[in-house]
């Protein structure tokens, strides 16, 4: 077998990644020394918080899972520039094909050129932030828990208004707002650990995004304790608020539920707490909700042909859960992050475009007569006056609002796009 000789080129490309991969690192020093410091701290200090003979062995892993997951996401943002490189040639393939001189490929190679997916020293200090509060936080969940004497101090955050002479009972009740917290810390944890993917995948990770999550953080942890303080106001759940009775009944499920899912979307359940004071004390002023008859309806990617779970979740990941997002959408720059043909993503953007515009039951009627999606309905409406006329008649609109629509399509800029590139994709005429 001949062996495969590299050009001088592609080792000084693949030479300049790595060390470049290597600089990139330097930017994680803050967070492996702060690492260091606090771990060693801990150890140092455990007579302080430790006693018996095994407990060293709970600590230990507690302080391990600690680091651990305290420092994957700040991890996981150091490989989001791996992909660029492999997309970009993947568009670079076709630079010799009649593809190349479309809008849509011009664009999507202009964008990926130009997008800046390295980290550098404006991540320094956010993932850094991050961090340290993630760290903080799981070690006050793994190791301030187990011990009640850390609750015994009153705190405005963790007592709320209890009576603080109850003893046992205010001691109890400061440790089960503690275990709500908590929840509230893990559901944010696993919700921006996520998003953090997500925007990987989408070359879409910026500095001020772990700035947000970091605060993100902190605001569900107080609007969890919040809530637990004031649940007795929503529904018939003011049992689970009692020390006495929230080990017993369905209410220290439903705190825990709830402190869970105040994590995920902390924003959602400040906007309660807010109505139902404006409303208890009358000053509420904003206007009532539209009516759900007036509301437009949901468009899902079910409705286009051959969109099966699998590819629906594929194309979720990529921020597109509807077809109106779908219809958007540029195949340039699909293409190099799905594993589907070019042809293949065109019909899918072009069905999109046709559900967009005619919604559900007419898309149902143009289907009986092969017309699947815009680029079809463009050509029925422009080529043959009977033709016009079956399809103006499936979608209840006259003659003349048929040719109307014709025209609007070749107003819009999206619909243009996509008929250059579906003409660019035949094939040249031998």
Same mark, same amino acid.
């Given at each position: ?31 492996l ?140 009740y ?45 605001i ?21 608020v ?27 359940f ?41 590819k ?6 990529? *921020? $597109?859960?509807?077809? /109106?997002? +779908?219809?958007?959408?540029?195949? #340039?720059?699909? &293409?190099?992050? @799905?594993?589907?043909? !070019? ?46 006329k ?11 609002? *048929? $040719?109307?629509?014709? /025209?609007? +399509?070749?107003?819009?800029?999206? #619909?243009?796009? &996509?008929?250059e @590139?579906?003409?660019? !994709?035949r094939?040249?005429?031998?």
């Amino acid at each position: 077998m001949a062996a495969v000789t590299r050009s001088p080129g592609d080792i000084a490309v693949d030479l300049f990644d790595r060390v470049g991969g290597l600089r990139q690192l330097k930017w994680l020093l803050p967070v492996l020394i702060s690492l260091g410091i606090m771990v060693a701290l801990i150890v140092y200090l455990r007579p302080l918080y430790e006693s018996g003979e095994d407990a060293f062995i709970t600590t230990g892993f507690a302080i391990f899972l600690c680091a651990f997951l305290s420092a994957l996401p700040p991890v996981l943002c150091f490989v989001q520039n791996v992909s660029r490189r492999r997309q970009l040639s993947k568009l670079e393939s076709m630079q010799d094909l009649p593809l190349a001189k479309t809008t849509s490929y011009r664009v999507a190679k202009a964008s990926m050129e130009t997008g800046r997916l390295v980290v550098d020293a404006d991540y320094a200090l956010p993932i850094f932030l991050y961090f340290f509060i993630t760290f903080v936080g799981f070690v006050a969940i793994f190791l301030g828990y187990s011990r009640a004497q850390y609750f015994t101090p009153a705190t405005v955050l963790l007592g709320g208004l209890q009576d603080r002479t109850q003893g046992a009972s205010f001691v109890l009740y400061q440790l089960h707002t503690f275990a709500v917290v908590a929840m509230a810390f893990m559901g944010s944890y696993v919700y921006v650990l996520g998003r953090i993917l997500d925007r990987i995948n989408n070359n879409d990770l910026y500095p001020i995004s772990l700035y947000y999550y970091t605060a993100r953080i902190i605001i569900a942890c107080a609007a969890a304790a919040v809530l637990r303080h004031a649940f007795v106001l929503f529904g018939n759940a003011g049992d689970a608020v009692l020390p006495q009775q929230v080990s017993t009944n369905i209410g220290a499920a439903l705190l825990i539920l709830v402190g869970f899912t105040v994590g995920f979307a902390p924003d959602l359940f400040i906007l309660v707490m807010s109505r139902k004071a404006f409303q208890y004390f009358k000053i509420w002023g904003s206007r009532s909700e539209p009516d759900g008859k007036n509301l437009p309806r949901s468009l899902p990617l079910l409705m286009i042909d051959d969109l099966t779970r699998e590819k629906i979740d594929r194309l979720n990941e990529l *921020g $597109i859960d509807s077809a /109106q997002i +779908l219809a958007r959408q540029n195949p #340039f720059v699909l &293409l190099p992050r @799905l594993p589907y043909d !070019l042809g293949l993503i065109v019909d899918w953007i072009a069905q999109a475009q046709l559900y967009v515009l005619v919604k559900d039951k007419a898309l149902e009627s143009l289907r009986t007569v092969c017309v699947r999606n815009i680029l079809d309905l463009a050509i029925r409406l422009g080529n043959d006056d009977a033709a016009r006329k079956e399809i103006c008649g499936l979608l209840v609109i006259s003659d003349s609002a *048929g $040719i109307v629509l014709l /025209q609007q +399509l070749r107003e819009d800029p999206l #619909f243009l796009r &996509l008929h250059e @590139l579906a003409a660019a !994709l035949r094939p040249e005429a031998s």
